[in-house]
């Protein structure tokens, strides 16, 4: 309910967040338009932070990297389903979908043209699809090396993947959680030394109110 939300989101701003993006997690989309909603009326109400918009995280991703999304509410996207969830509203600021499934390029193109954030989110992909990405409106890279995979030996040759696109090509943006749980110290100054202070952001992940 928009209530809840407040709720939530008075929850972060006691730790620091000030302005927040709700993130969904993946479900039906006609669950997701009811969210959205929520957060629409929320935006309205709340006086503790900023929402500045809705994150959807899902639900068109890998079912590989599903991490703690519900494995039964992952799907294949269709132009239709894409155009449906998009269009619902003009507060979807960030849609985070894996590249490399099927029609997963759909996401990024659609996203583009409404001026949405398209970003690499629990991706199985490997360097060269996620490179790829790029020109079909992809921009960022969701909670980097959490749920998104990276180099990996495939028979003799080791094999390049979401982490390493993330890291060494400038058109992508990096998300990182910054609990220093999710990664240590040495990994976040390593994101930071290869993308600097305008290409990596950090983020909060607090599934149950940051509490």
Known sequence: TPEEIVKMCTAHALYGTTSILPTTLAAPVSQLKKCIKN??????????????????????????MKGAQSPENILVPTKESVCELLDSSDIIKIIGAAP?????????????????????????GDYSNTEEALSHGYSDVTHIYSACSGMRKIGIFRHAGV????????????????????????????????????????IIDGLEYSA
């Open 39 to 64: 957060i629409e009326k929320a935006m309205e109400m709340c006086e503790d932070s900023n929402i500045l918009g809705v994150h959807l995280e899902g639900p068109f991703i890998s079912m590989k």
């Open 163 to 202: 982490v390493e696109a993330g890291l060494s090509l400038d058109g992508y943006t990096t998300q990182f959680i910054a609990d220093l749980r999710h990664l240590p110290y040495g990994v976040l100054k390593l994101i930071y030394k290869a993308k600097g202070a305008d290409k990596a952001y950090a």
């Open 100 to 124: 490399e499934i099927e029609n997963g390029f759909i996401v990024g193109e659609e996203a583009k043209k409404r001026g949405i954030v398209a970003s690499v989110a629990h991706s199985d």
